[in-house]
């Protein structure tokens, strides 16, 4: 508290003794060399106890300012300001209120609990986030719900049917596209996504003819690699991941680069 004639904070008596002997006249014993040392000690003293005055001050008048008016935190979010959005995902209807500014990301997490769909670096740029809308894959962590009305969305647990993955997951098994596995829903779901451009004969960058007719695109690697470049993956299990896409996309069956170590390795 302060004290109302000084403004002063009221000192205890072991801060007020403290307090003297700092401001002490009486420090001759300890400088020996003379009268320089004895003006730079009572200099450091007096700074100590002008940091502990304003300290002990400090404390006080947070303790009356918190004691006269509590922190009240801020009102909700008006109600009025939600809306209705509703679409299907993974082919069941689904009708949400959310705040307008919701994301599509974090409506599919904390709304509808599928927690598939990974939220990265939420900027758009690790691609960790893809989900199938309408056919073509979206950055959900950039798209808001409410723009998702009517349409339909696909996640990485509305692929596989019943017990059966789809092709695009058992690829990934086969040939271990991934390894720590959170940019791995979003790679598949842009994987999947990615069949479907080219067979609309949607062209990328490294298309070597724009004027062809239009047609189903026969993926190269570098193809592939192009189209998969907006999905990251620290792990670097890129190699693998572009074996999986290529077999999927050729339909045949192709020879794992990698395989485990056998028994016999083992006991070598």
């Known amino acids: 508290m302060m004290q109302e004639e000084t403004g002063q904070p009221d000192l205890s008596a072991d801060e007020q003794k403290l307090l003297e002997e700092l401001l002490s006249e009486d420090i001759n014993g300890l400088s020996p060399l003379g009268e320089q040392r004895r003006n730079f000690l009572k200099q450091v003293a007096a700074a100590g106890a002008a940091i502990l005055v304003s300290q002990l001050a400090g404390e006080s008048l947070f303790a009356h300012t918190a004691g006269e008016e509590a922190f009240v935190p801020p009102p909700a979010a008006d109600p009025a300001t939600a809306v209705q959005v509703a679409f299907k995902v993974n082919t069941a209807g689904r009708s949400l209120t959310v705040d307008p500014r919701m994301t599509l990301l974090d409506s599919l997490r904390e709304k509808l609990g599928l927690t598939g769909?990974?939220?990265?670096?939420?900027?758009?740029?690790?691609?960790?986030?893809?989900?199938?809308?309408?056919?073509?894959?979206?950055?959900?962590?950039?798209?808001?719900?409410?723009?998702?009305?009517?349409?339909?969305?696909?996640?990485?647990?509305?692929?596989?049917?019943?017990?059966?993955?789809?092709?695009?997951?058992?690829?990934?098994?086969?040939?271990?596209?991934?390894?720590?596995?959170?940019?791995?829903?979003?790679?598949?779901?842009?994987?999947?996504?990615?069949?479907?451009?080219?067979?609309?004969?949607?062209?990328?960058?490294?298309?070597?003819?724009?004027?062809?007719?239009?047609?189903?695109?026969?993926?190269?690697?570098?193809?592939?690699?192009?189209?998969?470049?907006?999905?990251?993956?620290?792990?670097?299990?890129?190699?693998?991941?572009?074996?999986?896409?290529?077999?999927?996309?050729?339909?045949?069956?192709?020879?794992?680069?990698?395989?485990?170590?056998?028994?016999?390795?083992?006991a070598e």
């Open 117 to 266: 769909t990974k939220k990265g670096c939420d900027h758009g740029q690790c691609g960790a986030c893809t989900v199938i809308v309408d056919g073509r894959r979206v950055l959900s962590c950039l798209t808001l719900a409410v723009t998702c009305e009517g349409k339909s969305v696909t996640t990485i647990e509305g692929l596989a049917k019943g017990g059966t993955l789809h092709p695009m997951q058992a690829a990934f098994i086969k040939h271990d596209g991934f390894q720590c596995g959170y940019c791995t829903p979003g790679q598949i779901c842009s994987a999947v996504a990615l069949m479907a451009e080219a067979k609309r004969g949607e062209p990328s960058y490294v298309t070597a003819d724009l004027r062809a007719n239009p047609g189903p695109v026969q993926l190269s690697d570098d193809e592939i690699r192009e189209r998969m470049s907006g999905n990251l993956c620290r792990c670097g299990a890129y190699p693998n991941i572009l074996s999986a896409i290529r077999e999927v996309h050729r339909g045949k069956e192709t020879a794992q680069s990698w395989q485990f170590i056998s028994p016999d390795q083992t």
